[in-house]
């Protein structure tokens, strides 16, 4: 099974976009959380995110063809 979910970094070498892009984009509504992004500690003062690069890839590239379960 592929990895999905990644950490900052990660999701930023696997999709070449930056983090402050991410949130960006989470923040405007084209990302939703849940489906593209979670909290990785919800009891955490400052957010950190774990993102879903495979849903990011798709909307990133405008393949709705596929839909991630």
């Given amino acids: 099974m592929n990895k999905i979910w990644y950490d900052g970094k ?3 070498a696997v ?9 960006a984009l989470l ?3 084209t990302l939703s959380m849940g489906v593209h ?4 500690n ?3 003062i400052r957010p950190s995110y774990l993102w879903n690069v495979k849903a990011i890839a798709e909307v990133l ?3 709705r063809s596929r839909r991630v379960k």
């Fill in 37 to 40: 992004a979670r909290l990785k």
């Fill in 61 to 63: 590239t405008g393949d």
């Fill in 27 to 29: 923040k405007n509504g």
């Fill in 10 to 12: 990660g999701a930023v």
């Fill in 15 to 23: 999709l070449g976009v930056s983090i402050r892009q991410l949130r």
């Fill in 42 to 44: 919800p009891k955490a």
